[in-house]
């Protein structure tokens, strides 16, 4: 998504090197899916502990704050 890329350090997201690798391994490995990065991992179990209806507005606050920024 353009404008997302770059919204804070390269440990939240990892760059598209460590996210190619990590998809890599995780297919030779047999995984369904896989998280490069600590803010899809963090996204993944705060979308799974907290309820819909606290998640999903969080999720779309914190998406417009990202696109503001580019």
């Given at each position: 998504?353009?404008?997302?890329?770059?919204?804070?350090?390269?440990?939240?997201?990892?760059?598209?090197?460590?996210?190619?690798?990590?998809?890599?391994?995780?297919?030779?490995?047999?995984?369904?899916?896989?998280?490069?990065?600590?803010?899809?991992?963090?996204?993944?179990?705060?979308?799974?502990?907290?309820?819909?209806?606290?998640?999903?507005?969080?999720?779309?606050?914190l998406?417009?704050?990202?696109?503001?920024?580019?």
């Open positions: 998504m353009p404008g997302l890329w770059g919204g804070g350090p390269d440990a939240l997201w990892g760059t598209p090197e460590q996210q190619d690798r990590v998809a890599v391994e995780g297919m030779v490995h047999g995984r369904r899916s896989v998280l490069p990065g600590l803010l899809p991992k963090v996204a993944m179990v705060a979308g799974r502990a907290a309820p819909r209806s606290v998640s999903l507005p969080a999720f779309r606050l998406g417009s704050r990202l696109v503001e920024r580019a």
